[in-house]
């Protein structure tokens, strides 16, 4: 198989939930562990750390990853979904797997990924782990796909697990409850290993109290360990030329402050930065990895640089501006409402291009957004998205008007048609809407 070939194999002759959804998900670590042992166990071969979480594990994956960079360290990462390129999912210092390793991964063990009926995720998983095993890795950032405790990545014993938030998406798989999503979750926790959990909450707390106690693990409230405040005005009043989001951040024990240049926008990443300094302050403190405060605030100020991360309130182009964001459960979209809420008092106008997929909960997003912008409602050209017309018929139920124009790329056409240079362009709703403009 050439790599178009391959690509259409895994997408199409694979369970794939990106392309099909919840039909694709299979439970279960039998299958990726047998896979690994085929391969000679890849996953032991460079230290690695596990990251979990309902929002911002991607951010939060990619900013530990560029700290490590700096740090002189040759750096795995593996993340989910892609956007627009399969081998976005698997970088070693910022650089994508080759097509021609990914097409020799796959015709090599296509008869093993055939007897053992492999998903998609499980087939990718294992390609990453080979991946930064022959590209002589010294550390990785493993995201988890789906979940914690059954998602493929949770064969890995890393140095330290990490948790961002709790929020509630995938119900139909993680269950329905924040406690129920936290056990999931907590599942990464692995004996005598450390987790940091990125945004604690009374109502989950417990259940990482109790799986850490199980199994031996210091646990970690990063909030406990630092905070974090931006510095001046509001990112958004000058999106259109910053670059850089200023940050105060204070080491809780010791009083420390680090002013952080941090080259992602958005007031919720102050969130994911205290994450992430939890994450590397315990590394630095406990394991044999050696990361100075030098390559810390260069690894921060240069997150997008060095690992290419897109889709996070990016900026697509200006006059009129446009900026993206991936967000698409409620509780990321809350924070994602709440900079177009102030995009409201700095622009004219904020139009929307939106759209989501089907499977989504519309009742717990559409009121969270505001009902002074203008909204192009659309669909972006996979299975998986939710008819437009239908999208509009809901959010009009919610007080949110505008006009339906189904494909992405003509939608947010017909946004800058109608935007003029003193209002702004919002694109989301959906991994794959935000895709199509990249």
């Known amino acids: 198989m050439n790599y178009p070939q391959t690509l259409d194999y895994l997408f199409n002759s694979v369970t794939s939930f990106q392309q099909v959804g919840a039909s694709a998900y299979k439970p279960g670590l039998e299958r990726v562990e047998a896979f690994c042992r085929y391969m000679g166990n890849p996953e032991r071969d460079f230290l690695s750390i596990h990251i979990a979480g309902t929002n911002g594990k991607g951010s939060t994956s990619h900013m530990i990853a560029s700290v490590l960079q700096s740090a002189g360290y040759c750096v795995g990462l593996y993340t989910s979904p892609h956007l627009r390129d399969f081998r976005e999912r698997m970088r070693v210092d910022g650089g994508m797997i080759s097509e021609r390793e990914v097409v020799e991964f796959v015709n090599l063990h296509r008869p093993k990924i055939e007897e053992l009926g492999l998903s998609f995720f499980e087939i990718t998983t294992v390609m990453a782990f080979d991946f930064f095993s022959k590209s002589g890795v010294e550390v990785a950032v493993i995201e988890t796909g789906l979940g914690g405790r059954l998602d493929a990545t949770n064969v890995i014993l890393p140095l330290l697990s990490v948790v961002t938030n709790i929020g509630l998406d995938h119900t139909e798989f993680l269950g329905a409850t924040l406690p129920e999503v936290a056990s999931e979750k907590a599942g990464i926790i692995k004996k005598d290993v450390a987790i940091v959990l990125g945004e604690g909450s009374e109502e989950y707390n417990h259940v990482f109290e109790g799986r850490a106690a199980e199994c031996g693990s210091k646990l970690i409230y990063a909030q406990s360990e630092f905070s974090c405040e931006t510095i001046g005005e509001s990112v958004m009043a000058s999106i259109g030329e910053q670059k850089m989001q200023e940050m105060l951040l204070s080491r809780r024990r010791d009083g420390r402050e680090y ?13 994911n930065v205290v994450t992430a300094s939890a994450a590397l302050d315990y590394l630095h403190q406990h394991t044999a990895l050696t990361i100075p405060s030098k390559a810390y605030l260069e690894g921060l100020s240069s997150v997008g640089e060095q690992t290419h991360l897109q889709g996070r309130w990016q900026t697509i182009s200006h006059e009129p501006l446009v900026v993206c964001d991936t967000g698409h459960n409620a509780h990321g ?97 959906s991994n794959f809407v935000v895709a199509e403009i990249l």
């Open 259 to 271: 002013h952080v240049r941090l080259d992602l926008l958005g007031e919720w990443q102050s969130r």
């Open 333 to 429: 979209l809350r924070y994602v409402a709440a900079e177009l809420e102030r995009c409201l008092e700095q622009y004219d106008r904020v139009i929307c291009v939106i759209g989501f997929a089907k499977e989504k909960d519309l009742s717990s997003v559409l009121p969270l957004l505001p009902k002074r912008a203008y909204y192009i409602f659309t669909q972006a050209a996979v299975s998986r998205a939710l008819p437009a017309e239908e999208l509009a018929q809901a959010a009009g139920k919610e007080g949110l008007s505008g006009e339906v124009v189904v494909g992405v790329a003509e939608a947010l056409q017909r946004a800058k048609q109608m935007a003029r240079s003193e209002d702004m362009i919002f694109v989301g709703g």
